[in-house]
Protein backbone atom coordinates (compact mmCIF):
# COMPACT_ATOMS: atom_id res chain seq x y z
CA UNK A 1 0.00 0.00 0.00
CA UNK A 2 1.19 3.14 -1.24
CA UNK A 3 2.69 5.93 1.57
CA UNK A 4 2.73 8.81 -0.40
CA UNK A 5 0.67 12.05 0.00
CA UNK A 6 -0.20 14.16 -3.09
CA UNK A 7 2.08 16.51 -2.51
CA UNK A 8 4.79 13.28 -3.66
CA UNK A 9 2.00 12.37 -6.12
CA UNK A 10 1.84 16.19 -7.65
CA UNK A 11 6.09 16.40 -7.40
CA UNK A 12 6.37 12.67 -9.10
CA UNK A 13 3.80 12.95 -11.66
CA UNK A 14 4.39 16.89 -12.77
CA UNK A 15 7.59 16.58 -13.20
CA UNK A 16 7.39 12.85 -15.62
CA UNK A 17 4.31 15.05 -17.37
CA UNK A 18 6.28 17.94 -18.29
CA UNK A 19 9.71 16.15 -19.55
CA UNK A 20 7.12 14.36 -21.63
CA UNK A 21 5.39 17.20 -22.81
CA UNK A 22 8.68 19.41 -23.44
CA UNK A 23 9.99 16.56 -25.48
CA UNK A 24 6.50 16.43 -28.13
CA UNK A 25 6.61 20.37 -28.37
CA UNK A 26 10.33 20.71 -28.56
CA UNK A 27 10.65 18.49 -31.58
CA UNK A 28 7.59 18.65 -33.22
CA UNK A 29 7.38 18.30 -37.11
CA UNK A 30 10.00 16.30 -37.78
CA UNK A 31 10.11 16.11 -41.46
CA UNK A 32 12.47 13.25 -43.04
CA UNK A 33 14.97 10.64 -42.06
CA UNK A 34 17.91 12.44 -40.95
CA UNK A 35 16.36 15.30 -38.56
CA UNK A 36 14.44 11.89 -36.87
CA UNK A 37 17.43 9.70 -36.02
CA UNK A 38 20.08 11.95 -36.30
CA UNK A 39 18.30 15.41 -34.93
CA UNK A 40 19.38 17.47 -38.10
CA UNK A 41 23.34 17.55 -36.64
CA UNK A 42 22.18 20.31 -34.36
CA UNK A 43 23.34 19.17 -30.69
CA UNK A 44 26.18 20.79 -28.93
CA UNK A 45 28.77 19.52 -27.29
CA UNK A 46 27.08 19.58 -23.44
CA UNK A 47 23.60 18.15 -25.05
CA UNK A 48 25.64 15.07 -26.68
CA UNK A 49 27.24 14.55 -23.37
CA UNK A 50 24.70 14.67 -20.77
CA UNK A 51 22.66 12.48 -23.83
CA UNK A 52 25.66 10.24 -23.57
CA UNK A 53 25.31 9.97 -19.87
CA UNK A 54 21.67 9.91 -19.64
CA UNK A 55 21.71 6.73 -22.34
CA UNK A 56 23.93 5.13 -19.76
CA UNK A 57 22.46 6.49 -16.71
CA UNK A 58 19.43 3.95 -16.03
CA UNK A 59 17.27 3.29 -13.53
CA UNK A 60 19.04 0.57 -12.51
CA UNK A 61 22.27 2.98 -11.93
CA UNK A 62 20.30 4.69 -8.53
CA UNK A 63 18.27 1.95 -7.40
CA UNK A 64 21.18 -0.81 -7.87
CA UNK A 65 24.50 1.17 -7.00
CA UNK A 66 24.08 2.38 -3.37
CA UNK A 67 22.55 -0.95 -2.70
CA UNK A 68 25.69 -1.85 -4.40
CA UNK A 69 28.07 0.00 -1.89
CA UNK A 70 25.72 -0.27 0.83
CA UNK A 71 26.80 -4.44 0.41
CA UNK A 72 29.97 -4.23 -0.65
CA UNK A 73 31.34 -1.18 -0.61
CA UNK A 74 33.18 1.29 -3.17
CA UNK A 75 35.01 -1.31 -5.29
CA UNK A 76 32.60 -1.35 -7.98
CA UNK A 77 33.56 1.96 -9.22
CA UNK A 78 36.59 0.13 -11.08
CA UNK A 79 34.54 -1.21 -13.82
CA UNK A 80 34.21 2.12 -15.13
CA UNK A 81 38.20 2.70 -14.76
CA UNK A 82 38.55 2.19 -18.62
CA UNK A 83 36.05 4.87 -19.45
CA UNK A 84 38.40 8.06 -20.28
CA UNK A 85 40.78 5.89 -22.12
CA UNK A 86 38.12 4.27 -24.20
CA UNK A 87 36.71 7.93 -24.99
CA UNK A 88 39.87 9.16 -26.00
CA UNK A 89 40.11 6.45 -28.87
CA UNK A 90 36.74 6.41 -29.75
CA UNK A 91 37.35 10.26 -30.38
CA UNK A 92 40.28 9.69 -32.32
CA UNK A 93 39.32 6.83 -34.36
CA UNK A 94 35.47 6.05 -34.82
CA UNK A 95 34.19 9.36 -34.81
CA UNK A 96 36.09 10.86 -37.80
CA UNK A 97 35.36 7.67 -39.98
CA UNK A 98 31.70 7.73 -39.23
CA UNK A 99 31.46 11.96 -39.77
CA UNK A 100 33.19 10.93 -43.23
CA UNK A 101 31.15 8.09 -44.54
CA UNK A 102 28.19 10.04 -43.37
CA UNK A 103 26.33 7.21 -41.62
CA UNK A 104 23.53 6.68 -39.89
CA UNK A 105 24.19 3.61 -38.39
CA UNK A 106 27.88 2.36 -36.68
CA UNK A 107 26.92 -0.59 -38.96
CA UNK A 108 27.12 0.88 -42.57
CA UNK A 109 30.53 0.90 -42.39
CA UNK A 110 30.94 -2.80 -42.00
CA UNK A 111 29.07 -3.19 -45.30
CA UNK A 112 31.58 -0.70 -46.90
CA UNK A 113 34.83 -2.68 -45.20
CA UNK A 114 33.30 -5.99 -45.65
CA UNK A 115 29.84 -6.86 -46.50
CA UNK A 116 26.38 -6.73 -46.24
CA UNK A 117 25.92 -10.34 -44.55
CA UNK A 118 28.62 -9.02 -42.21
CA UNK A 119 26.74 -5.86 -41.23
CA UNK A 120 23.32 -8.02 -41.16
CA UNK A 121 25.35 -10.18 -38.36
CA UNK A 122 26.86 -7.37 -35.82
CA UNK A 123 23.80 -5.48 -36.08
CA UNK A 124 20.97 -8.67 -35.30
CA UNK A 125 23.72 -9.14 -32.11
CA UNK A 126 23.13 -5.47 -31.43
CA UNK A 127 19.37 -6.03 -31.91
CA UNK A 128 19.37 -8.64 -29.39
CA UNK A 129 21.03 -7.66 -26.74
CA UNK A 130 19.65 -4.08 -26.40
CA UNK A 131 16.26 -5.45 -27.38
CA UNK A 132 16.59 -7.46 -23.85
CA UNK A 133 18.05 -4.57 -21.87
CA UNK A 134 15.38 -2.54 -22.90
CA UNK A 135 13.45 -4.58 -21.35
CA UNK A 136 15.31 -4.98 -18.00
CA UNK A 137 15.75 -1.05 -17.90
CA UNK A 138 11.73 -0.79 -17.90
CA UNK A 139 11.38 -3.96 -15.93
CA UNK A 140 14.49 -3.08 -13.09
CA UNK A 141 12.71 0.17 -11.63
CA UNK A 142 8.78 -1.29 -12.48
CA UNK A 143 8.79 -4.12 -10.03
CA UNK A 144 10.33 -2.16 -7.33
CA UNK A 145 8.54 0.92 -7.39
CA UNK A 146 5.10 -0.78 -7.70
CA UNK A 147 5.67 -2.16 -4.00
CA UNK A 148 6.59 1.45 -2.91
CA UNK A 149 4.23 3.17 -4.28
CA UNK A 150 1.20 0.49 -4.28
CA UNK A 151 0.70 0.50 -8.29
CA UNK A 152 0.07 -3.12 -9.62
CA UNK A 153 3.27 -3.97 -11.16
CA UNK A 154 2.12 -4.42 -14.88
CA UNK A 155 0.66 -1.08 -14.82
CA UNK A 156 3.98 0.62 -13.13
CA UNK A 157 5.86 -1.23 -16.55
CA UNK A 158 3.14 -0.05 -18.95
CA UNK A 159 3.19 3.47 -17.07
CA UNK A 160 7.06 3.89 -18.29
CA UNK A 161 6.73 2.17 -21.22
CA UNK A 162 4.03 4.36 -22.87
CA UNK A 163 5.35 7.52 -21.12
CA UNK A 164 8.79 6.81 -23.01
CA UNK A 165 6.79 5.70 -26.27
CA UNK A 166 5.05 8.60 -26.78
CA UNK A 167 7.53 11.28 -26.95
CA UNK A 168 10.46 9.22 -28.36
CA UNK A 169 7.97 8.16 -31.53
CA UNK A 170 7.06 11.82 -31.89
CA UNK A 171 10.15 13.11 -31.68
CA UNK A 172 12.67 10.74 -32.73
CA UNK A 173 16.55 11.54 -31.79
CA UNK A 174 16.28 15.22 -31.03
CA UNK A 175 12.93 14.27 -28.47
CA UNK A 176 15.43 12.02 -26.93
CA UNK A 177 18.21 14.17 -26.48
CA UNK A 178 16.24 17.25 -25.36
CA UNK A 179 14.49 15.25 -22.72
CA UNK A 180 17.72 13.90 -21.56
CA UNK A 181 18.53 17.26 -20.57
CA UNK A 182 15.73 17.25 -18.49
CA UNK A 183 15.83 14.25 -17.04
CA UNK A 184 19.85 14.61 -15.77
CA UNK A 185 19.13 18.13 -14.13
CA UNK A 186 15.98 16.46 -12.14
CA UNK A 187 18.65 13.45 -11.54
CA UNK A 188 20.92 15.62 -10.16
CA UNK A 189 19.00 17.94 -8.13
CA UNK A 190 17.13 14.39 -6.04
CA UNK A 191 20.87 12.70 -5.98
CA UNK A 192 22.47 15.79 -4.36
CA UNK A 193 19.12 16.24 -1.94
CA UNK A 194 19.16 12.91 -0.71
CA UNK A 195 22.94 13.13 0.00
CA UNK A 196 22.53 16.61 1.98
CA UNK A 197 19.78 15.33 4.17
CA UNK A 198 22.13 12.04 4.54
CA UNK A 199 24.86 14.16 5.63
CA UNK A 200 22.52 15.73 8.33
CA UNK A 201 20.71 12.70 9.60
CA UNK A 202 24.40 11.21 10.50
CA UNK A 203 25.54 14.38 12.12
CA UNK A 204 22.72 13.29 14.82
CA UNK A 205 25.24 10.76 15.92
CA UNK A 206 28.78 11.22 14.46
CA UNK A 207 31.14 13.73 12.74
CA UNK A 208 30.90 12.91 8.93
CA UNK A 209 34.94 12.29 9.39
CA UNK A 210 34.11 9.66 12.29
CA UNK A 211 31.31 8.04 9.91
CA UNK A 212 34.15 7.21 7.30
CA UNK A 213 36.18 5.83 10.03
CA UNK A 214 33.43 3.58 10.87
CA UNK A 215 32.92 2.96 7.16
CA UNK A 216 36.37 2.25 6.50
CA UNK A 217 36.47 -0.10 9.82
CA UNK A 218 33.62 -2.81 8.46
CA UNK A 219 35.50 -2.68 4.94
CA UNK A 220 33.21 -0.42 3.28
CA UNK A 221 35.68 2.29 1.40
CA UNK A 222 38.52 0.38 -0.37
CA UNK A 223 38.27 1.80 -3.66
CA UNK A 224 41.14 0.09 -5.73
CA UNK A 225 41.73 -3.52 -5.44
CA UNK A 226 45.54 -4.31 -6.48
CA UNK A 227 45.29 -7.67 -6.85
CA UNK A 228 45.23 -9.36 -10.11
CA UNK A 229 42.22 -12.06 -9.92
CA UNK A 230 40.38 -13.34 -12.87
CA UNK A 231 37.86 -14.29 -10.85
CA UNK A 232 37.37 -11.14 -8.97
CA UNK A 233 34.29 -9.17 -10.67
CA UNK A 234 35.35 -5.31 -9.41
CA UNK A 235 39.59 -4.96 -9.46
CA UNK A 236 41.59 -2.26 -11.18
CA UNK A 237 42.76 -4.47 -13.84
CA UNK A 238 39.49 -6.04 -14.75
CA UNK A 239 38.65 -2.18 -14.59
CA UNK A 240 40.97 -1.04 -16.76
CA UNK A 241 41.19 -3.70 -19.11
CA UNK A 242 37.79 -5.63 -19.25
CA UNK A 243 36.31 -1.93 -18.76
CA UNK A 244 38.12 -0.64 -21.72
CA UNK A 245 36.74 -2.98 -24.09
CA UNK A 246 33.45 -3.17 -22.92
CA UNK A 247 33.38 0.80 -22.74
CA UNK A 248 35.39 0.54 -26.37
CA UNK A 249 31.97 -1.34 -27.20
CA UNK A 250 29.47 0.21 -26.12
CA UNK A 251 30.45 3.87 -26.73
CA UNK A 252 32.11 2.63 -29.90
CA UNK A 253 30.01 0.27 -31.40
CA UNK A 254 26.50 0.05 -30.06
CA UNK A 255 24.15 2.54 -31.59
CA UNK A 256 22.35 3.58 -28.63
CA UNK A 257 25.31 5.41 -27.83
CA UNK A 258 26.65 6.25 -31.76
CA UNK A 259 23.31 7.72 -32.30
CA UNK A 260 24.00 10.43 -29.60
CA UNK A 261 27.04 12.09 -30.64
CA UNK A 262 26.51 11.10 -34.74
CA UNK A 263 23.92 13.83 -34.00
CA UNK A 264 26.15 16.39 -32.85
CA UNK A 265 26.94 19.92 -35.19
CA UNK A 266 30.74 18.83 -36.01
CA UNK A 267 33.18 16.42 -34.80
CA UNK A 268 34.39 18.84 -32.50
CA UNK A 269 31.24 18.62 -30.55
CA UNK A 270 30.50 14.90 -30.78
CA UNK A 271 34.65 14.83 -29.66
CA UNK A 272 33.94 17.39 -26.58
CA UNK A 273 30.81 15.52 -26.11
CA UNK A 274 32.42 12.23 -25.41
CA UNK A 275 34.76 13.71 -23.39
CA UNK A 276 32.76 15.39 -20.86
CA UNK A 277 31.68 12.10 -20.60
CA UNK A 278 34.78 10.60 -20.03
CA UNK A 279 35.52 13.13 -17.17
CA UNK A 280 32.49 13.57 -15.50
CA UNK A 281 31.34 9.41 -15.39
CA UNK A 282 33.58 8.36 -12.81
CA UNK A 283 32.86 10.98 -10.57
CA UNK A 284 29.23 10.67 -10.90
CA UNK A 285 29.33 6.91 -10.38
CA UNK A 286 31.89 7.71 -7.32
CA UNK A 287 29.27 10.37 -5.70
CA UNK A 288 26.21 7.66 -6.60
CA UNK A 289 28.26 4.70 -4.49
CA UNK A 290 29.36 7.00 -1.80
CA UNK A 291 25.53 8.18 -1.11
CA UNK A 292 24.96 3.95 -0.35
CA UNK A 293 27.58 4.40 1.66
CA UNK A 294 26.02 6.85 3.73
CA UNK A 295 22.95 5.30 3.71
CA UNK A 296 25.23 2.30 5.44
CA UNK A 297 26.32 4.77 7.85
CA UNK A 298 22.55 6.11 8.51
CA UNK A 299 21.74 2.22 8.95
CA UNK A 300 24.48 2.05 11.43
CA UNK A 301 23.13 4.10 14.14
CA UNK A 302 18.87 3.66 13.07
CA UNK A 303 17.70 -0.05 12.83
CA UNK A 304 17.60 -1.33 9.57
CA UNK A 305 15.18 -3.56 8.27
CA UNK A 306 16.41 -7.17 8.35
CA UNK A 307 15.21 -7.71 5.03
CA UNK A 308 14.51 -4.56 2.76
CA UNK A 309 11.94 -6.53 0.46
CA UNK A 310 9.02 -6.16 2.68
CA UNK A 311 6.94 -8.00 0.23
CA UNK A 312 8.90 -11.01 1.10
CA UNK A 313 9.16 -9.96 4.89
CA UNK A 314 5.03 -10.37 4.63
CA UNK A 315 5.13 -13.54 3.18
CA UNK A 316 7.30 -15.01 6.01
CA UNK A 317 5.52 -13.19 8.75
CA UNK A 318 2.27 -14.78 7.18
CA UNK A 319 3.98 -18.97 7.52
CA UNK A 320 5.28 -21.03 9.60
CA UNK A 321 8.18 -19.70 9.91
CA UNK A 322 6.93 -16.46 11.42
CA UNK A 323 8.48 -17.10 15.16
CA UNK A 324 12.02 -18.13 13.19
CA UNK A 325 11.81 -15.06 11.79
CA UNK A 326 10.92 -12.63 15.25
CA UNK A 327 13.43 -14.63 16.79
CA UNK A 328 16.01 -13.37 13.93
CA UNK A 329 14.82 -9.89 14.44
CA UNK A 330 15.19 -10.46 18.42
CA UNK A 331 19.02 -11.04 17.48
CA UNK A 332 19.58 -8.33 14.94
CA UNK A 333 18.60 -6.00 17.62
CA UNK A 334 20.69 -7.14 20.14
CA UNK A 335 24.05 -6.85 18.12
CA UNK A 336 22.71 -3.80 16.36
CA UNK A 337 22.43 -2.46 19.79
CA UNK A 338 26.09 -3.77 20.96
CA UNK A 339 28.00 -2.15 18.12
CA UNK A 340 26.06 1.43 18.04
CA UNK A 341 26.98 1.23 21.56
CA UNK A 342 30.58 0.83 20.64
CA UNK A 343 30.60 3.08 17.52
CA UNK A 344 29.25 5.74 19.80
CA UNK A 345 32.18 5.38 22.11
CA UNK A 346 34.39 4.38 20.07
CA UNK A 347 36.73 7.85 20.95
CA UNK A 348 36.50 7.42 24.08
CA UNK A 349 37.44 3.59 24.63
CA UNK A 350 40.62 2.67 26.42
CA UNK A 351 41.42 0.10 23.40
CA UNK A 352 40.34 1.70 20.31
CA UNK A 353 41.53 -1.05 18.13
CA UNK A 354 40.05 -3.81 20.13
CA UNK A 355 36.98 -2.29 19.85
CA UNK A 356 37.39 -2.48 15.93
CA UNK A 357 37.85 -5.31 15.83
CA UNK A 358 35.01 -6.24 17.65
CA UNK A 359 32.31 -3.71 15.53
CA UNK A 360 33.54 -5.93 12.79
CA UNK A 361 33.24 -9.01 13.80
CA UNK A 362 29.54 -7.65 15.08
CA UNK A 363 28.46 -5.94 11.38
CA UNK A 364 29.50 -10.03 10.08
CA UNK A 365 27.54 -10.95 12.39
CA UNK A 366 24.73 -8.92 11.05
CA UNK A 367 25.21 -10.00 7.55
CA UNK A 368 24.72 -13.51 8.78
CA UNK A 369 21.74 -12.81 10.39
CA UNK A 370 20.60 -11.12 6.81
CA UNK A 371 21.53 -14.15 4.95
CA UNK A 372 19.64 -16.59 7.94
CA UNK A 373 16.79 -13.83 6.71
CA UNK A 374 16.84 -14.92 3.31
CA UNK A 375 17.03 -18.50 3.98
CA UNK A 376 13.73 -18.29 6.15
CA UNK A 377 12.14 -16.79 3.24
CA UNK A 378 12.93 -19.13 0.86
CA UNK A 379 11.96 -21.73 2.55
CA UNK A 380 8.15 -19.86 3.35
CA UNK A 381 7.61 -18.99 -0.28
CA UNK A 382 10.53 -21.00 -2.73
CA UNK A 383 9.76 -18.66 -5.84
CA UNK A 384 10.31 -15.28 -4.18
CA UNK A 385 13.60 -13.17 -5.06
CA UNK A 386 15.57 -12.82 -1.74
CA UNK A 387 18.22 -10.79 -3.15
CA UNK A 388 17.29 -6.86 -1.41
CA UNK A 389 19.97 -4.96 -3.19
CA UNK A 390 18.03 -2.90 -5.02
CA UNK A 391 15.47 -1.88 -2.16
CA UNK A 392 18.12 -0.35 0.02
CA UNK A 393 18.00 3.65 -1.35
CA UNK A 394 14.21 3.65 -2.05
CA UNK A 395 13.50 2.35 1.41
CA UNK A 396 15.60 4.76 3.00
CA UNK A 397 13.67 7.40 0.57
CA UNK A 398 10.23 6.35 1.21
CA UNK A 399 10.71 6.22 5.01
CA UNK A 400 13.04 8.83 5.81
CA UNK A 401 13.38 11.68 3.84
CA UNK A 402 10.40 14.42 3.67
CA UNK A 403 7.15 15.00 1.77
CA UNK A 404 7.80 16.47 -1.75
CA UNK A 405 11.20 15.59 -1.64
CA UNK A 406 10.22 11.23 -1.79
CA UNK A 407 8.30 12.64 -4.82
CA UNK A 408 11.33 14.22 -6.30
CA UNK A 409 13.18 11.20 -5.95
CA UNK A 410 10.61 9.01 -7.22
CA UNK A 411 10.72 11.23 -10.32
CA UNK A 412 14.60 10.62 -10.27
CA UNK A 413 14.10 6.87 -10.76
CA UNK A 414 11.20 7.22 -13.31
CA UNK A 415 13.29 9.54 -15.72
CA UNK A 416 16.08 7.54 -15.67
CA UNK A 417 14.21 4.54 -16.36
CA UNK A 418 12.60 6.67 -19.03
CA UNK A 419 16.43 8.08 -20.41
CA UNK A 420 17.58 5.16 -21.07
CA UNK A 421 15.09 3.49 -22.57
CA UNK A 422 13.88 6.39 -24.59
CA UNK A 423 17.58 5.72 -26.62
CA UNK A 424 17.31 2.24 -26.78
CA UNK A 425 14.31 2.29 -28.92
CA UNK A 426 15.45 5.25 -30.74
CA UNK A 427 18.90 3.34 -31.76
CA UNK A 428 16.72 0.00 -32.14
CA UNK A 429 14.71 1.25 -34.53
CA UNK A 430 17.09 3.40 -36.36
CA UNK A 431 18.67 -0.15 -36.90
CA UNK A 432 16.56 -2.07 -37.93
CA UNK A 433 15.04 1.21 -40.19
CA UNK A 434 18.93 1.65 -41.95
CA UNK A 435 20.57 -1.72 -41.30
CA UNK A 436 17.62 -4.33 -42.25
CA UNK A 437 14.50 -2.79 -43.44
CA UNK A 438 16.55 -0.26 -45.87
CA UNK A 439 19.36 -2.20 -46.39
CA UNK A 440 17.85 -5.46 -47.33
CA UNK A 441 13.96 -5.22 -47.87
CA UNK A 442 12.82 -1.59 -49.30
CA UNK A 443 16.06 -0.02 -50.73
CA UNK A 444 14.21 2.78 -52.47
CA UNK A 445 11.46 4.82 -50.75
CA UNK A 446 10.85 8.20 -50.20
CA UNK A 447 11.94 10.10 -46.82
CA UNK A 448 8.19 10.24 -45.85
CA UNK A 449 8.16 6.13 -46.20
CA UNK A 450 11.44 5.90 -44.27
CA UNK A 451 10.20 8.10 -41.82
CA UNK A 452 7.13 6.81 -41.13
CA UNK A 453 8.78 3.39 -40.57
CA UNK A 454 11.38 4.29 -38.46
CA UNK A 455 8.23 5.42 -35.93
CA UNK A 456 6.42 2.54 -36.37
CA UNK A 457 9.76 0.26 -35.84
CA UNK A 458 10.01 2.54 -32.48
CA UNK A 459 6.71 1.87 -31.63
CA UNK A 460 6.84 -1.75 -32.32
CA UNK A 461 10.05 -2.17 -30.20
CA UNK A 462 8.40 -0.17 -27.26
CA UNK A 463 5.76 -2.95 -27.14
CA UNK A 464 8.25 -5.53 -27.13
CA UNK A 465 10.09 -4.10 -24.10
CA UNK A 466 6.77 -3.53 -22.57
CA UNK A 467 6.07 -7.32 -23.41
CA UNK A 468 9.40 -8.48 -22.23
CA UNK A 469 9.67 -6.60 -19.29
CA UNK A 470 5.73 -8.07 -18.69
CA UNK A 471 7.41 -11.85 -19.01
CA UNK A 472 11.06 -10.94 -17.16
CA UNK A 473 12.01 -12.87 -14.15
CA UNK A 474 14.09 -10.24 -11.33
CA UNK A 475 18.61 -10.79 -11.43
CA UNK A 476 20.63 -10.84 -8.58
CA UNK A 477 21.61 -7.36 -8.44
CA UNK A 478 19.84 -5.15 -11.90
CA UNK A 479 22.99 -2.70 -12.45
CA UNK A 480 24.79 -6.36 -13.07
CA UNK A 481 22.21 -8.37 -15.03
CA UNK A 482 22.42 -5.40 -17.76
CA UNK A 483 26.66 -5.18 -17.63
CA UNK A 484 26.42 -8.79 -18.24
CA UNK A 485 24.46 -9.28 -20.63
CA UNK A 486 26.12 -6.31 -23.15
CA UNK A 487 29.45 -8.38 -22.05
CA UNK A 488 27.85 -11.40 -23.51
CA UNK A 489 27.46 -9.46 -26.84
CA UNK A 490 29.82 -5.98 -26.77
CA UNK A 491 33.29 -8.05 -27.37
CA UNK A 492 31.95 -9.84 -30.27
CA UNK A 493 30.62 -6.54 -32.16
CA UNK A 494 33.85 -4.77 -30.91
CA UNK A 495 36.06 -7.47 -32.18
CA UNK A 496 34.82 -7.13 -35.73
CA UNK A 497 34.95 -3.07 -35.34
CA UNK A 498 39.20 -3.77 -34.38
CA UNK A 499 39.52 -5.75 -37.69
CA UNK A 500 37.74 -3.36 -39.84
CA UNK A 501 39.66 -0.39 -38.06
CA UNK A 502 43.15 -2.40 -37.98
CA UNK A 503 44.02 -5.22 -39.79
CA UNK A 504 42.96 -4.21 -43.85
CA UNK A 505 43.64 -7.40 -45.28
CA UNK A 506 41.25 -9.55 -43.48
CA UNK A 507 38.13 -9.66 -45.68
CA UNK A 508 34.41 -10.40 -44.79
CA UNK A 509 34.39 -14.28 -44.97
CA UNK A 510 36.91 -14.88 -42.67
CA UNK A 511 36.10 -11.95 -40.14
CA UNK A 512 32.21 -13.53 -40.35
CA UNK A 513 33.02 -16.90 -39.14
CA UNK A 514 35.35 -15.83 -36.66
CA UNK A 515 32.80 -13.95 -35.29
CA UNK A 516 30.82 -16.34 -34.62
CA UNK A 517 33.10 -18.33 -33.53
CA UNK A 518 34.41 -16.04 -30.72
CA UNK A 519 30.32 -15.42 -30.16
CA UNK A 520 29.56 -19.22 -29.62
CA UNK A 521 32.92 -19.37 -26.99
CA UNK A 522 31.59 -16.64 -25.31
CA UNK A 523 27.80 -18.56 -24.63
CA UNK A 524 30.47 -21.51 -23.75
CA UNK A 525 32.21 -19.62 -21.33
CA UNK A 526 29.14 -17.82 -19.35
CA UNK A 527 27.08 -21.47 -19.53
CA UNK A 528 29.82 -23.23 -17.69
CA UNK A 529 30.20 -20.03 -15.37
CA UNK A 530 26.36 -20.66 -14.25
CA UNK A 531 27.30 -24.09 -13.76
CA UNK A 532 29.82 -23.24 -12.01
CA UNK A 533 32.44 -25.44 -13.80
CA UNK A 534 34.83 -22.11 -14.10
CA UNK A 535 34.91 -19.20 -12.56
CA UNK A 536 35.97 -16.21 -14.83
CA UNK A 537 34.23 -12.30 -14.29
CA UNK A 538 32.09 -11.50 -16.90
CA UNK A 539 34.22 -8.13 -17.44
CA UNK A 540 36.84 -10.45 -19.08
CA UNK A 541 34.28 -11.17 -21.82
CA UNK A 542 34.96 -7.86 -22.98
CA UNK A 543 38.42 -8.85 -23.60
CA UNK A 544 38.23 -12.74 -24.83
CA UNK A 545 35.48 -11.94 -27.24
CA UNK A 546 37.74 -9.66 -29.39
CA UNK A 547 40.70 -11.22 -29.27
CA UNK A 548 38.94 -14.51 -30.24
CA UNK A 549 37.60 -12.72 -33.34
CA UNK A 550 41.14 -11.18 -34.35
CA UNK A 551 42.56 -14.37 -33.92
CA UNK A 552 40.43 -16.43 -35.66
CA UNK A 553 39.90 -13.58 -38.58
CA UNK A 554 43.97 -13.70 -38.92
CA UNK A 555 43.87 -17.71 -38.88
CA UNK A 556 41.12 -18.32 -40.93
CA UNK A 557 42.26 -14.99 -43.33
CA UNK A 558 46.01 -16.89 -43.38
CA UNK A 559 44.39 -20.71 -44.62
CA UNK A 560 41.95 -19.15 -47.05
CA UNK A 561 44.78 -17.71 -48.89
CA UNK A 562 43.57 -16.12 -51.94
CA UNK A 563 40.16 -17.29 -52.36
CA UNK A 564 37.60 -14.93 -52.43
CA UNK A 565 35.10 -13.71 -50.48
Known amino acids: MSTLGWV ?29 LLGDKSNNWWTIGLSVMATQASAITFLSTPGQAYMEGMGFVQFYFGLPLAMIIISAVFIPLYYKLKVYTAYEFLESRFDNKTRLLTASLFLLQRGLAAGITIYAPAIILSQIIGWNLNFTILFIGVLVIIYTVSGGTKAVSQTHKQQMGV ?78 SSIRESRLGL ?14 LFVGIMVFLFYQFVLPPLHFNQENVALVKQSEYAANYEALQFKQRMVFDAKKDLMLNLESAENPEEDKKMIRELHKEEQLLM ?6 IEKAAPAAETQDDDYIFITFVISFLPIGIVGLLLAVIFSAAMSSTSAELNALASTTTVD ?23 FLFGLAAIGFALLADLFDNLIEAVNILGSLFYGTILGIFLVAFFIKYIRAKAVFIAAIIAQTCIIVLYTLNRIELIDIAYLWYNLIAPLLVVFFALLIESLGGKTKN
Open 8 to 36: DWTVMLGTLFFIVAYGVWKTRGSKNIEGY
Open 187 to 264: IFLGMFIAFGFLISYLGDFVSFGKGLELAGVMEKMEVIDWEFNPESRYNIWSGLIGGLFLQLSYFGTDQSQVQRYLGG
Open 275 to 288: MFNGLLKIPMQFFI
Open 371 to 376: QDAKAL
Open 436 to 458: IYKRNFKKEGSETHFLNSSKIFT
